[in-house]
């Protein structure tokens, strides 16, 4: 999938994001986030409390995100799966702080109290929200 789409959907504001990941005995664990964004073609970086996504991700560091943009016809939805392992968790520094600030102007004070984790991803590979093809995963181009 172009990198161009994938950035474009993670970000834009009017997405859906789930971020799914596993702990080290594999159970799975789902949950719905609105503070991911892509900065580059190559990264993603979301906010994160102390969560069992958070848990999960310092166990194993591996994730999948799903960014779904609606529409009113459900043939028309737009979305994207990305594979992910984390480059890095900071729990203090400049990079949390604007993780923060960022949330705070998003989704309010509240929100940006919770953050505890400026989550770095490398973006393994990306797949179509729908894909009828072999179960292959495509390098991100």
């Given at each position: ?96 702080e604007a ?41 991100l181009t």
């Open positions: 999938m172009d990198a161009a789409k994938v950035r474009e959907l993670v970000n834009d504001p009017r997405r859906i994001g789930v971020m799914a990941t596993t702990n080290r005995a594999g159970q799975p664990n789902a949950a719905v986030f609105g503070s991911p964004y892509m900065p580059d073609d190559h990264t993603l970086v979301m906010g994160l409390g102390e969560t069992r996504t958070a848990q999960n991700l310092l166990e194993t560091s591996r994730a999948v995100f799903l960014s779904v943009l609606p529409a009113d016809n459900p043939v028309e939805t737009q979305g994207v799966r990305i594979y992910l392992k984390v480059r890095t968790m900071e729990k203090e520094g400049p990079n949390l993780v923060k600030d960022r949330i705070r102007k998003a989704a309010g004070d509240r929100a940006a109290a919770r953050v505890r984790y400026a989550v770095f991803f490398d973006i393994e590979s990306t797949r179509p929200l729908i894909d009828w093809g072999p179960a292959s995963k495509e390098p």
